[in-house]
């Protein structure tokens, strides 16, 4: 039975495994879940994820959830290339280490902005809170000079080391909604900007596909 991916593009998560799955030729159903109707709220969506988010996985009748607990499963059962998650106990730990980060850092003020700025607005009709916008906007900047002055500060490449790794993918996906709220991560941070530029290349034309709806919902919101 193939495993089935249950996800929604709009969230970053989600997006950060289908780019994965496709681009490590992981064998996948892909079973949307549209956030926008509450499907991830309600039955069926209920049975494979008891908490309601997005994304999921049913692999046989195996459900997991939490984005980087799949990542985990899924490259040690289905055998995906090493430089995503390493075999090896000290390249592991180098890429947990930066997951362990991302999750309260990188992820909490990137999200938090992007949500503040632009998608509660378009929810809920209500301008944004400025006090809201101006705070997560500064632990954002804050991380992201993190990224530009300590994991790319040696001059390695990607954030773990000289190769590409699920490290670089969900901190890029998070990163990328930010550009898409008008917020430029790379104004001053040319580590930052090249590194975003080589992670774009070697993953796309699955990471364009995957930003495209959010790209145009943030194009359409902004113009309200």
Known sequence: MTLKLYFDLLSQPSRALKIFFDIAKVPFEPCPVALRNGEHKQEPYLSVNRFGRVPAIDDDGFKLSESVAIVRYVANKYGVPNN????????????????????????????????????????????????????????????????????????????????????D???????EQTIFGGHDPTKDRPKLGAWLERVRRDLNPHYATAHKYIKILCSAGSKL
């Open 169 to 175: 993918l969900f901190a890029a996906s998070e990163i």
């Open 84 to 167: 995503w998650y390493p075999k090896d106990l000290k390249g592991q730990a180098v890429v947990d280490e930066f997951l362990e980060w991302h999750h309260l850092d990188l992820r909490l003020g990137c999200a938090m902005y992007f949500q503040s700025k632009l998608l509660i607005p378009m929810m809920t009709g209500k301008p944004p809170s400025d006090k809201a916008v101006q705070m997560y906007e500064n632990r954002m900047n804050s991380s992201l000079d993190n990224i530009e002055n300590m994991w790319l500060g040696d001059g390695r490449p990607f954030l773990t080391g000289h190769q590409i790794s699920i490290a």
